[in-house]
């Protein structure tokens, strides 16, 4: 698909990095499977994965970690 942020690029398959914050918590959660825009970067997530990352993020919200570092496992 073409990318909507930079409008030049397609997106292809690959792994990022996603990085989420609430509060005092920050989560990073490595190998996250995206569609990846060759030009910019720019990352676009399934449904599923970003259930699955939301619930990896809520949990550690939950339990008041300060940093979380996971690794995605499907």
Excluded: H, W
Excluded at 40 to 68: D, H, M, P, R, W
């Amino acid at each position: 698909m073409k990318c909507v942020i930079c409008k030049q690029g397609q997106t292809n398959n690959g792994l990022t990095t996603v990085t989420l914050e609430r509060g005092r918590t920050t989560v990073v959660i490595k190998d996250v499977p995206a569609n990846i825009c060759d030009n910019c970067g720019e990352y676009y997530l399934s449904e599923t994965v970003t259930e699955k990352i939301q619930n990896l993020a809520e949990q550690a919200f939950q339990q008041g970690v300060e940093i979380e570092v996971l690794r995605y496992a499907a």
